[in-house]
């Protein structure tokens, strides 16, 4: 085994495009394109899939990235919550009621 020029005899490299993680490193910044969330650490883009992974993965820096990325979320009238749980219809319906009469 041949050591690095720091001592070290590990050589660290950026994760694959395509890889699925669970958690993301504890210092990346959440950057906004297109209206949808990246998350970016060191040099590498993650994206949230929800479906049938409920993991982050590795994604290539979208297009255009460059010039029109924010770290700040896009205004929106509406909040969009959604279940945690796998609440049935009727009960999301009984939710929303609720959260309408609060906005009055």
Same mark, same amino acid.
């Given at each position: 085994?041949?050591?690095?020029?720091?001592?070290?005899?590990? %050589?660290?490299?950026? @994760?694959?495009?395509? =890889?699925? =993680?669970?958690?993301?490193?504890?210092?990346?910044? /959440?950057?906004?394109?297109?209206?949808?969330?990246?998350? $970016? #650490?060191?040099?590498?883009?993650? #994206?949230?899939?929800?479906?049938?992974? $409920?993991?982050?993965?590795?994604?290539?820096?979208? #297009?255009?990235?460059?010039?029109? @990325? /924010? /770290?700040? @979320?896009?205004?929106? #009238?509406?909040?969009? %919550?959604?279940?945690?749980?796998?609440?049935?219809?009727?009960?999301?319906? /009984?939710?929303?009621?609720?959260?309408?009469?609060?906005?009055?």
């Amino acid at each position: 085994m041949s050591v690095l020029a720091g001592g070290s005899p590990w %050589i660290v490299t950026g @994760a694959p495009v395509g =890889v699925f =993680v669970p958690v993301l490193p504890p210092f990346y910044t /959440t950057v906004w394109y297109g209206g949808m969330p990246y998350y $970016h #650490a060191k040099d590498t883009y993650y #994206a949230w899939k929800h479906r049938p992974e $409920h993991q982050y993965q590795v994604v290539d820096s979208p #297009a255009g990235m460059e010039s029109g @990325a /924010t /770290t700040s @979320a896009p205004q929106s #009238a509406k909040l969009f %919550i959604h279940p945690k749980n796998g609440q049935s219809s009727a009960q999301r319906s /009984t939710d929303q009621y609720g959260v309408l009469l609060k906005d009055g």
